[in-house]
């Protein structure tokens, strides 16, 4: 074992993972980060804390990881880090403090655009892409080192790491694959895709993967979310680059009555997974509920994910 | 070249409101290509600023005249006698040029333009972003498109999760350099560099490293 990450254990013990998200609120309310992670105890091996997700200023992931860590529910943060807002001497400043702070697990990310946030006026920094800061988090844990090559005192952050990926998303499916095999040669223990509408194209991306025998390097873990209405179906449609939502599950969320349209979300959603877990090469799920934590155990009791192993 | 657009009228006057001679200088290099500085742009500024100020009951003395190079000592030197006679020098070159002038005469001098970016010319009439300068040129192993400069989120190992239909995430104007370097990589049959990783980049060539300046010993005086 490289780390002492559950979701590392989980993983290395052949159990199809779990991985839910949480978003951390828009104001110093610790309060509000323990409601909304309650809903994730005992449903999932990890939990995704954002990163000023969307560009919006947030309580620091790092703040509400401890928070999760310390909350009593058992849940394992997952500490996401953006290169959008940090160089590399302040995200290697926190990967020590959140290692101290019992943090073992993390997710190495670009970020979105601060045009899409509440500050558009700000630089981005991308002193380091998403790339180069997993070799940097790779290099921090098996090597001992900073980046700048100067030793770390005393242990080093034995961080489990994770990257993102986009199967959808230009020029075309083989690019993204080969996208994927950068971040496993930089150190991506495992990767959490984006949110898979489209089996289809997931799968031709899954072959391409298989081809590359990355499946055996890295973990993947599919990530799904459950849709809750037929606008929120249209809008990441339209709306959110490289997210590709088909026009029959837009159909089919449109022909069912409103009230009943959350329902249908989680049930397609649990239908794409059922999909899913009979490709090769999956490792598991990553359950974005945006908004919606309280669902994820539904959707994991449904698709046959709980109860969650205890290592 | 260095691209450069014309300021506001209104802030111009407002930087000139205590002055009633001025210098208005153009420079016959990079600005007067992108017509923002050169002899027609002074030309046309200076009606502009004299009607304004006449509108309310100023009378300007503007003279015009575009140097060669506006970043350069040598020609510089050429309007001491102008500079002399007027109480402001409005300059209509790029940030170099101002600060030329600036560092050569003890008189107020007012940028007319926003110097923007290094870039070239997509067709006529615009231009668009290729060099952010960075001290250590990647584009030979970038099919000889600058992510630097060209990706939203500078980028050097692939496009982002928000590139589709060859666009960025940001606005659909600006095309995704990630999908415009594959494209180049193919047609040179060259895919397979992309999977050579491009290290964290070290950015003390660029400003990272603070004001930066090239000393040719062999020309040096």
């Not at chain 2, 003395?61 to 030197?77: A, F």
């Not at chain 2, 001491?80 to 600036?102: I, K, P």
């Not at chain 2, 666009?167 to 050579?196: K, M, N, S």
């Amino acid at each position: 074992m490289k780390t002492n990450s559950n979701l590392e254990k989980v993983l290395a013990a052949g159990h199809l993972a779990v991985t839910a998200e949480c978003g951390p609120p828009r104001g110093a309310m610790p309060d509000k980060v323990r409601e909304r992670a309650a809903f994730l105890e005992g449903v999932c091996d990890a939990v995704n804390v954002t990163d000023n997700q969307t560009a919006m200023v947030r309580m620091s992931s790092l703040s509400a990881s401890v928070i999760i860590k310390q909350a009593g529910f058992g849940l394992n943060p997952l500490l996401q880090m953006v290169s959008r807002d940090r160089n590399r001497l302040s995200m290697q400043a926190d990967i020590l403090g959140a290692y101290s702070l019992g943090i073992d697990t993390m997710l190495c990310l670009s970020g979105d655009h601060t045009k899409f946030g509440d500050h558009p006026n700000a630089m981005n920094v991308h002193d380091l892409d998403s790339i180069q800061m997993l070799q940097m988090v790779k290099g921090m844990r098996d090597e001992g080192k900073f980046q700048g090559g100067q030793d770390i005192k005393g242990d080093p952050p034995k961080m489990f790491i994770g990257a993102a990926a986009n199967p959808f998303a230009g020029p075309n499916v083989q690019v993204r694959a080969m996208r994927l095999a950068k971040k496993v040669r930089a150190g991506a223990d495992f990767i959490q895709t984006q949110c898979i509408f489209n089996v289809d194209k997931f799968e031709q991306w899954m072959e391409i993967v298989r081809k590359m025998g990355l499946h055996k390097q890295t973990a993947i873990l599919a990530g799904v979310t459950p849709i809750k209405s037929v606008g929120a179906a249209r809008y990441m449609q339209k709306k959110v680059p490289g997210m590709d939502v088909p026009q029959e599950i837009v159909d089919r969320m449109a022909a069912t009555p409103k009230e009943k349209q959350p329902e249908e979300g989680i049930k397609i959603c649990v239908e794409m997974m059922e999909r899913i877990k009979k490709i090769e090469g999956v490792s598991g799920f990553h359950i974005m509920a945006i908004e919606w934590e309280e669902k994820v155990a539904e959707i994991c009791e449904k698709a046959g994910l709980l109860p969650r192993p205890q290592l | 070249m260095i691209t450069a657009e014309r300021k506001p009228l209104e802030e111009l006057l407002g930087y000139i409101a205590p002055y009633s001679r001025i210098l208005l200088l153009g420079c016959n290099e990079c600005v007067t290509v992108c017509a923002a500085g050169g002899r027609k742009e002074v030309g046309l500024l200076a009606s502009a600023l004299k009607m304004a100020a006449r509108k309310s009951g100023k009378e300007l003395q503007i003279v015009e005249h575009t140097l060669e190079r506006q970043c350069d000592p040598e020609y510089v030197e050429e309007v001491a006698s102008m500079v002399a006679q007027a109480d402001a020098v409005v300059s209509m070159a790029c940030g170099c040029g101002v600060q030329q002038m600036a560092m050569r005469y003890a008189k107020p001098v007012f940028p007319a333009l926003n110097t923007k970016f290094m870039g070239g010319s997509e067709r006529q009439g615009v231009w668009d972003e290729r060099c952010a300068g960075c001290g250590n040129c990647l584009l030979g192993v970038t099919g000889g498109i600058c992510p630097i400069a060209r990706c939203a989120k500078r980028l050097m190992n692939g496009p982002c999760g928000g590139s589709a239909n060859g666009v960025c995430e940001i606005t659909p104007d600006v095309p995704c350099a990630w999908h415009l370097i594959w494209e180049r990589l193919e047609e040179l049959g060259q895919t397979e560099d992309y999977l050579e990783i491009i290290p964290a980049k070290d950015w003390k060539t660029a400003q990272g490293g603070g004001p930066r300046k090239i000393i040719r010993e062999d020309l040096a005086e």
